[in-house]
């Protein structure tokens, strides 16, 4: 199994003080079940290379007792594919070749930890249970473009079909710390599978690697399950962990005034609340409903006759059918809501219909292509008469104590607008679906930086 890591970022070659390895030597590192060797194909100012060839023993596996756990079929320990794929050894490789560069240590050169380059990584053979889709749903939110080519079982005998090996190359321009942070947890989450035992110090592991990307990557249920192995309870507690605070911490130190009394987000929602009553809509749509808190104060406005909360976490849906006590409602009130798993960035025809759809602090959680997807499932397919949107004011982010020049006020924001930026995009998507569209502040304005939270509502023309 082979893995390439390529970067064209100038001089390409101080890839080497990154990542603590000598480009003129052959290294070897010693992993459960075998050797992994890491080398450089290729040394440049203007193009550099290190691979991680593992070379696995199939015997010393067995002789150790540490091969595959699943125990899917009674001679799973002499006959499998772990020698030959990208599994949970080569994370064990990566971890251990390249321990420094995972803490964000450089000792030669610590300017270069936080800058962001180009990389390219060819992983040869990758096991994917999923296919393409799960490929997709893993990398992309992380901002890789992927090729990948699936190889059939056996080219003597087409007709069997294709296998679950891929050949596999990611694009992406990051830290090296963010990258090795993402191959070590998503490899064995592609293959669905693990080669030691899964205890509670797994949900350690993925939490201290994951902490800058997990929290807030939509598949974060799918590669927590994997990841622990599919053990439930395990899978539970890091999901409780991921989901314990999802407000920002710039906001819970603001130097608000009214806004003190009223939390932030409980005013936000507040402010959606009495603007959608204004409307008068009867059938609502939250979209990124969240653990449900807006969800229950629609339930208790006599107005709505019908509300509908859709997020891509499966488990927050969990958590707002506790908290809304759905199972104990009365038969004529459980008919006013429903909860459904779905995508934003995808054509869904459950979400036509509705007088009214609300977006509160989703927006600024998509990169581009996946808002301007989201644009067209609002605004082009679901078609609400109103949609009302909010998200954070960037004026107003100079106010934070601890702020500093260009932070955001959550880690998994991709932007956060000026007044102006907001309008311009607001402007644009009303023109470009037939909407008008009026702005407001959320909480108290301040007159030069405006108010923390910035809001637009869209009507269908």
């Given at each position: 199994?082979?893995?390439?890591?390529?970067?064209?970022?100038?001089?390409?070659?101080?890839?080497?003080?990154?990542?603590?390895?000598?480009?003129?030597?052959?290294?070897?590192?010693?992993?459960?079940?075998?050797?992994?060797?890491?080398?450089?194909?290729?040394?440049?100012?203007?193009?550099?290379?290190?691979?991680?060839?593992?070379?696995?023993?199939?015997?010393?596996?067995v002789r150790r007792?540490?091969?595959?756990?699943?125990?899917?079929?009674?001679?799973?320990?002499?006959?499998?594919?772990?020698?030959?794929?990208?599994?949970?050894?080569?994370?064990?490789?990566?971890?251990?070749?390249?321990?420094?560069?995972?803490?964000?240590?450089?000792?030669?050169?610590?300017?270069?930890?936080?800058?962001?380059?180009?990389?390219?990584?060819?992983?040869?053979?990758?096991?994917?249970?999923?296919?393409?889709?799960?490929?997709?749903?893993?990398?992309?939110?992380?901002?890789?473009?992927?090729?990948?080519?699936?190889?059939?079982?056996?080219?003597?005998?087409?007709?069997?079909?294709?296998?679950?090996?891929?050949s596999v190359k990611?694009?992406?321009?990051?830290?090296?710390?963010?990258?090795?942070?993402?191959?070590?947890?998503?490899?064995?989450?592609?293959?669905?599978?693990?080669?030691?035992?899964?205890?509670?110090?797994?949900?350690?592991?993925?939490?201290?690697?994951?902490?800058?990307?997990?929290?807030?990557?939509?598949?974060?249920?799918?590669?927590?399950?994997?990841?622990?192995?599919?053990?439930?309870?395990?899978?539970?507690?890091?999901?409780?962990?991921?989901?314990?605070?999802?407000?920002?911490?710039?906001?819970?130190?603001?130097?608000?005034?009214?806004?003190?009394?009223?939390?932030?987000?409980?005013?936000?929602?507040?402010?959606?609340?009495?603007?959608?009553?204004?409307?008068?809509?009867?059938?609502?749509?939250?979209?990124?409903?969240?653990?449900?808190?807006?969800l229950r104060l629609?339930?208790?406005?006599?107005?709505?006759?019908?509300?509908?909360?859709?997020?891509?976490?499966?488990?927050?849906?969990?958590?707002?059918?506790?908290?809304?006590?759905?199972?104990?409602?009365?038969?004529?009130?459980?008919?006013?809501?429903?909860?459904?798993?779905?995508?934003?960035?995808?054509?869904?025809?459950?979400?036509?219909?509705?007088?009214?759809?609300?977006?509160?602090?989703?927006?600024?959680?998509?990169?581009?292509?996946?808002?301007?997807?989201?644009?067209?499932?609002?605004?082009?397919?679901?078609?609400?008469?109103?949609?009302?949107?909010?998200?954070?004011?960037?004026?107003?982010?100079?106010?934070?104590?601890?702020?500093?020049?260009?932070?955001?006020?959550?880690?998994?924001?991709?932007?956060?607008?000026?007044?102006?930026?907001?309008?311009?995009?607001?402007?644009?998507?009303?023109?470009?679906?037939?909407?008008?569209?009026?702005?407001?502040?959320?909480?108290?304005?301040?007159?030069?930086?405006?108010?923390?939270?910035?809001?637009?509502?869209?009507?269908?023309?």
């Amino acid at each position: 199994m082979l893995l390439t890591i390529t970067t064209t970022h100038p001089p390409a070659s101080d890839l080497s003080y990154l990542l603590h390895k000598h480009p003129g030597k052959v290294q070897q590192v010693e992993i459960s079940g075998g050797i992994a060797h890491v080398f450089y194909p290729e040394v440049s100012a203007e193009k550099c290379t290190i691979a991680l060839l593992l070379d696995i023993d199939p015997i010393g596996l067995v002789r150790r007792n540490n091969g595959p756990a699943g125990n899917e079929f009674a001679l799973e320990q002499y006959v499998n594919d772990r020698p030959y794929v990208s599994s949970s050894f080569m994370s064990a490789a990566i971890v251990k070749a390249f321990s420094t560069a995972m803490n964000g240590r450089c000792k030669e050169k610590p300017e270069l930890v936080n800058v962001a380059m180009p990389f390219e990584i060819s992983l040869d053979v990758l096991p994917v249970r999923g296919g393409e889709k799960v490929l997709q749903e893993l990398f992309v939110p992380l901002g890789y473009s992927i090729e990948s080519t699936r190889h059939i079982i056996d080219p003597a005998f087409p007709s069997w079909g294709e296998s679950r090996y891929f050949s596999v190359k990611l694009r992406n321009t990051l830290t090296v710390q963010q990258l090795l942070s993402h191959l070590y947890i998503l490899i064995p989450v592609c293959d669905n599978d693990k080669h030691y035992w899964v205890g509670r110090n797994e949900i350690e592991k993925l939490l201290e690697k994951g902490q800058a990307w997990l929290p807030q990557h939509p598949a974060r249920e799918l590669i927590t399950v994997r990841y622990l192995k599919h053990q439930k309870s395990l899978a539970n507690e890091a999901l409780e962990i991921l989901l314990k605070d999802e407000s920002t911490v710039l906001e819970e130190e603001a130097p608000l005034t009214t806004e003190r009394k009223i939390r932030v987000h409980d005013l936000r929602l507040q402010t959606v609340l009495e603007e959608l009553q204004q409307t008068g809509a009867k059938r609502v749509a939250d979209l990124g409903c969240g653990e449900g808190k807006l969800l229950r104060l629609l339930l208790g406005a006599k107005q709505f006759e019908f509300v509908l909360g859709m997020d891509v976490s499966y488990h927050a849906l969990e958590i707002a059918k506790d908290r809304l006590k759905l199972d104990r409602l009365p038969a004529n009130q459980q008919q006013r809501i429903q909860l459904i798993h779905g995508s934003l960035t995808y054509r869904d025809k459950r979400l036509e219909g509705f007088d009214a759809a609300v977006l509160v602090e989703v927006i600024e959680h998509l990169d581009p292509p996946r808002l301007a997807a989201l644009e067209k499932t609002v605004f082009r397919f679901a078609k609400p008469r109103i949609v009302i949107i909010t998200t954070p004011n960037a004026e107003y982010n100079i106010k934070f104590p601890d702020y500093e020049a260009g932070q955001f006020r959550h880690n998994d924001h991709r932007f956060e607008w000026t007044r102006q930026e907001f309008a311009a995009w607001g402007d644009q998507v009303a023109a470009e679906h037939a909407y008008t569209v009026i702005y407001k502040p959320v909480g108290e304005e301040d007159p030069e930086t405006g108010a923390l939270t910035q809001m637009a509502i869209f009507t269908r023309n």
